[in-house]
């Protein structure tokens, strides 16, 4: 046997969370943006659990995804037999919400009420999400197993300790947990990742006439960056050299100062 | 070349600059995204404050607007060496929990001091807590050295200071470098400003520390994380925590004591890979080749190398609930997977991080760190930290929050008696202790080692988990003998008490060693007529001229003065053994050899084998 690599270790601690969030609480699910990471989320419950997901994935859809991640939603939910659960905030699609209204508050009405209308539906007391560290400011805050007061809202300043991986896994009822395996990942890691064990992505992220996605969203609000990497090897070496950050090309977080950290404080992933 | 990252935290006193250290050896390195400098100083010039390195790490609005960083970010960057995984944990008190957070996770650390201020509270708590967390590696930064004008008498006397206070607690720091953060002095490159400083610069002192070693070379554990049944396979799945494992291992669970092989180290469906052994740090899973009852936070080990096993845990911990910590609190103690309920049995000590002083107290108050006794209502299996730190630490919960940690320091007691119950066979006890209970009856001369070799025995056989017990000689005259002399009847009574007290606790399982002169013949005949298959007579047999020559406790000398009457060997007779069942000739041994003697007679007399060939 040989020494664990970076991405041995990093796999071996995300199994080892996706194991912890299963047995201690009473009711999980799991967060399905399409995106790669929450591909390799997939990936490694898949290997958590032998070959199952032993809970529903859930996919909050916006109406505005571009439509090449739905069709790759559709096509491997199928091909791994994932209990896939669609939610869509009807009531604010059919008042007519869209990004023109707003960035951060379509993405609120859409994204965050739309997962707080599908937690409150089945009642999950637990909630899987890729979101990793190296993303962005706020997100480098963030705990593995974090808790969500009942309205859905994450108090920054008050965070439970977390240390010797030994997470907090008890909570009043009314409030629910996020958990976040993938948080000590970086960007780069997420692709070396995919590289080694094949992990399907969708097509978007390749580059095509000198123009790629980094980071995948609603179609009006997610812009494509200048590359010319279109094999996951390219990106890889892409990404060893940049130093832009992957959510450049996400509208919403720029609204103001900081627009993402309101938005994360409300609920959002 | 490792791919993985160096894990280290930036420690100290609120202001000393631990967030401008960090900015700053971000943007040395050449780690910030680009336009993130620009951008701050664009949000500062819109804002009419001046620009400083911190607001890098304080990338929230709360913290921008409050002046203090209140939680741990993680930040890397590549020294040339190797990447820096660098966690900038807090200063400020109320944030205690959010540095434990940041630095339980870190390889080595760095403790930042202010030239002009000195050694701080925080300085302070914060280096205690490191070591605590059992962090060894931490190197001194003596920031804001351009305040006091790049003095070196100043800087020798902080680093006189630090050094002193380190020491008071066992560490020594790899370095320790003045610089100044906010001008990036010392921190990658040399600076004119101290031609008098030899040392390290701080990226240089980063590249000194040597990464963690996995476990692989300690004992195995695998505490078991969860029991799958998805489809037929019946999978035991978890992280291994230290040592290795393959297919064929025979594994014990303890506290349940039951074994059984491992089968198969399973994979994914999809996986055609076949895996036959796994070591320390992986998440795996396997089967078992019998259907034995398994459950969340059993600890896995090989049979010869079992972890401790006790109801009562001496503790260092430190609490960061709201409400101090007093005597009787329940807790839930959670280690490794397994929770147990456990109440405050005892507050030994409270330490003063400020001077290590250390009294007692009643309560453990926020942020404070003690010694305690935690009893709990079930056995529970642990390593002491410093044999196993993955297996001898812990978290305290209290409600729904997790109110403090802890570091096993060992065993209370090693008193761990079944109640007799006669449901219950000899047999199942021994099925279920994974051991024999017996009685091991050491005689010999007063000073020829009967009670250090029965301790160590007791010691050795119950860190490999045994239900062990000494009944000890100068012991049991304080209690159960308490009202006996040194008479030949008196003699003589006491060994036929203690001798059915160690009958009774063999029935129940345990095994017994005993630790007295027994000087009669006839006593020692009369205590195996009890039960003879459970009796085994070790004559510990040191000479005469060997024991008085060593004569620990000076009786011998009093005896041949005749201070001491009926003395064993000087005034009264010693009757050695005819057929004892051992002899152990401890001349020329060290306590050692002599005790590895023993333990072998006993682990083929009362062990896993012995077990297998009782009747089922």
Redesign the interface.
């Known amino acids: 046997?040989t020494?664990?690599?970076?991405?041995?270790?990093l796999?071996?601690?995300s199994?080892?969370i996706f194991?912890?969030a299963?047995?201690r609480l009473d009711k999980i699910a799991m967060l399905w943006s399409i995106g790669k990471d929450s591909n390799v989320m997939l990936w490694l419950a898949?290997?958590?659990?032998?070959?199952?997901v032993?809970f529903p994935v859930l996919h909050v859809d916006t109406s505005y995804k571009i439509p090449e991640m739905i069709e790759f939603r559709d096509r491997v939910a199928k091909e791994w037999n994932l209990p896939l659960i669609v939610g869509q905030n009807k009531a604010a699609l059919d008042a007519g919400m869209h990004p023109s209204q707003g960035r951060v508050n379509c993405c609120s009405a859409l994204k965050t009420e739309g997962l707080k209308a599908l937690l409150a539906e089945h009642g999950f007391t637990g909630v899987i999400a890729g979101i990793r560290?190296?993303e962005?400011?706020?997100r480098?805050?963030e705990?593995v197993f974090s808790p969500r007061n009942d309205t859905n809202e994450w108090d920054?300043?008050d965070?439970?300790?977390?240390?010797?991986d030994?997470f907090?896994t008890?909570?009043?009822p009314g409030t629910h947990l996020r958990i976040h395996p993938l948080l000590?990942w970086?960007e780069l890691d997420v692709w070396r990742y995919i590289a080694r064990e094949g992990i399907p992505v969708v097509d978007l992220y390749f580059a095509k006439n000198g123009q790629r996605y980094r980071s995948l969203g609603c179609a009006p609000c997610t812009g494509s960056i200048a590359s010319t990497a279109s094999t996951v090897e390219e990106i890889v070496e892409e990404l060893e050299t940049t130093?832009?950050?992957e959510r450049a090309g996400r509208a919403q977080d720029k609204e103001s100062?900081?627009a993402f950290?309101r938005l994360r404080a409300a609920g959002y992933m | 070349m490792s791919n993985t990252p160096l894990k280290i935290v930036v420690v100290g006193h609120v202001d000393h600059g631990k967030s401008t250290l960090v900015g700053r050896l971000l943007h040395e390195t050449g780690a910030l995204p680009e336009g993130k400098v620009e951008y701050l100083k664009e949000v500062c010039d819109k804002r009419g404050m001046p620009f400083e390195w911190a607001f890098v790490m304080d990338a929230l609005q709360a913290e921008r607007d409050q002046g203090i960083t209140i939680d741990t970010s993680q930040l890397r960057f590549h020294t040339g060496f190797r990447p820096v995984l660098i966690i900038d944990a807090p200063g400020h008190k109320e944030f205690l929990k959010n540095m434990i957070t940041g630095a339980a996770s870190a390889e080595a650390a760095v403790l930042i001091v202010d030239a002009h201020e000195g050694v701080q509270e925080q300085t302070r708590r914060h280096g205690y807590l490191l070591h605590l967390l059992g962090l060894s590696q931490i190197a001194v930064v003596v920031n804001k050295m351009d305040l006091v004008g790049w003095s070196q008498d100043r800087f020798n006397e902080v680093d006189a200071e630090i050094r002193a206070y380190l020491a008071g607690i066992g560490v020594t720091p790899t370095h320790v470098v003045p610089v100044s953060a906010r001008g990036g002095d010392f921190i990658k490159a040399r600076s004119e400003a101290a031609a008098w400083y030899q040392g390290p610069t701080v990226l240089e002192a980063l590249d000194g520390f040597a990464a963690a070693v996995t476990a692989h070379d300690l004992d195995l554990r695998f505490p078991v994380q969860d029991v799958y049944k998805f489809d037929a396979r019946r999978i035991i799945a978890g992280r291994i925590e230290s040592g290795r494992l393959k297919v064929g291992d025979k594994l014990v669970f303890s506290p349940s004591g039951k074994s059984a092989k491992i089968a198969s180290i399973e994979a994914w469906a999809g996986s055609d890979v076949t895996v036959v052994s796994a070591g320390a740090g992986q998440s795996v899973g396997f089967t078992l080749d019998e259907p034995i009852f398994v459950e969340r936070g059993q600890i896995a080990h090989l049979a010869e190398a079992a972890p401790a096993l006790a109801h009562e845990i001496k503790a260092r911990v430190f609490w960061l609930g709201r409400d101090p910590l007093v005597l009787g609190d329940r807790l839930k103690l959670k280690l490794s997977t397994a929770e147990y309920h456990v109440e405050v049995a005892a507050i030994e000590r409270v330490i003063d991080v400020e001077d290590l002083g250390s009294h007692q107290g009643a309560q453990v108050g926020r942020n404070a760190v003690a010694e305690v006794v935690l009893r709990s209502r079930s056995a529970m299996a642990f390593d002491t930290f410093g044999t196993n730190a993955r297996l001898g630490r812990f978290v305290l919960v209290h409600g729904y929050d997790i109110v403090g940690g802890g570091i096993v320091g060992g065993a209370r007691d090693t008193r761990n008696i079944f109640q007799v119950d006669h449901q219950v066979t000899t047999e199942s006890r021994a099925r279920a202790n994974g051991h024999k209970g017996g009685v091991l009856w050491l005689t010999g001369l007063s000073g020829a080692g009967k009670s250090t070799i029965a301790m160590e025995l007791e010691r050795r056989l119950f860190q490999k988990g045994w239900q062990v017990n000494v009944l000890d000689g100068d012991n049991v005259r304080h209690g159960l003998c308490r009202d006996l002399g040194f008479s030949h009847e008196d003699r003589t009574e006491n060994i036929r008490r203690v001798g059915e007290v160690a009958h009774l606790f063999a029935k129940a399982g345990m095994l017994v060693i005993t630790a007295f002169i027994s000087p009669y013949r006839a006593d020692r005949d009369r205590v195996r007529a009890i039960d003879a298959s459970a009796f085994h007579e070790i004559h510990v047999a040191t000479d005469l001229g060997a024991c008085e020559a060593r004569d620990p406790k000076g009786l011998y000398k009093k005896a041949r003065q005749g201070e001491i009457p009926d003395f064993t060997g000087i005034s009264a007779p010693y009757e050695a053994p005819d057929a004892p069942e051992l002899v152990l000739n401890t001349e020329g041994k060290s306590v050692e050899e002599t005790v590895a003697e023993l333990l072998v007679y006993v682990e083929n007399r009362f062990g896993r084998a012995a077990v297998e060939t009782l009747s089922a």
Do not use: C
Request: glycine residues 4%; hydrophobic residues 30%; aromatic residues 12%.
């Open positions: 046997m020494e664990m690599n970076d991405l041995d270790q796999e071996a601690q199994i080892y194991r912890e299963f047995n898949r290997k958590a659990f032998f070959g199952h032993p560290r190296d962005e400011g706020t480098a805050k705990r920054v300043r965070q439970p300790p977390e240390f010797w030994q907090k008890d909570f009043a000590a970086t130093k832009t950050s100062e900081d950290e």
